[in-house]
């Protein structure tokens, strides 16, 4: 038997790149929340032209069962893509499913954790050669 969770998908969206490998830390995190939370679908997304996108990605969650979806902003600022673009992506795509909730999650933004790994990369840049080589 289901429980209600098994019907929750979370997308975490990027922004993307066209450099190769450049969502793997993105991928990563996906990968860790799936073992943690093993009832749930989690997919990943970009609005780069690569891909895969929103719509696709939505489209295969709501495919697979789900019928709440919590779109993850893979972002640090709030910026005109999180104001503007991705809550009118979202609402476009949320008329196709009628009986969907489609939740626009809260972007990364501050968190007092982000203190102690940009202290973790400080160190671990002091050893870095100079830019100039």
């Given at each position: 038997m289901k429980d209600n969770y098994s019907k929750e998908a979370i997308i975490l969206m990027g922004h993307g790149s066209r450099v190769p490998g450049a969502g793997e830390g993105m991928?990563?995190?996906?990968?860790?929340?799936?073992?943690?939370r093993p009832w749930a679908m989690i997919e990943t997304c970009y609005m780069s032209e690569l891909g895969p996108h929103f719509p696709e990605i939505l489209e295969k969650c709501v495919r697979e069962g789900a019928d709440k979806v919590i779109v993850m902003p893979y972002f640090l600022h709030l910026g005109i893509h999180l104001l503007k673009d991705v809550?009118?992506?979202?609402?476009?795509?949320?008329?196709?499913?009628?009986?969907?909730?489609?939740?626009?999650g809260r972007h990364l933004g501050f968190d007092e954790s982000l203190v102690d790994l940009v202290g973790k990369r400080l160190e671990e840049s002091k050893e870095l050669i100079d830019i100039r080589g």
């Amino acid at each position: 038997m289901k429980d209600n969770y098994s019907k929750e998908a979370i997308i975490l969206m990027g922004h993307g790149s066209r450099v190769p490998g450049a969502g793997e830390g993105m991928e990563k995190v996906a990968q860790r929340l799936k073992e943690k939370r093993p009832w749930a679908m989690i997919e990943t997304c970009y609005m780069s032209e690569l891909g895969p996108h929103f719509p696709e990605i939505l489209e295969k969650c709501v495919r697979e069962g789900a019928d709440k979806v919590i779109v993850m902003p893979y972002f640090l600022h709030l910026g005109i893509h999180l104001l503007k673009d991705v809550p009118d992506m979202m609402r476009t795509e949320a008329k196709k499913y009628p009986g969907l909730t489609l939740i626009l999650g809260r972007h990364l933004g501050f968190d007092e954790s982000l203190v102690d790994l940009v202290g973790k990369r400080l160190e671990e840049s002091k050893e870095l050669i100079d830019i100039r080589g």
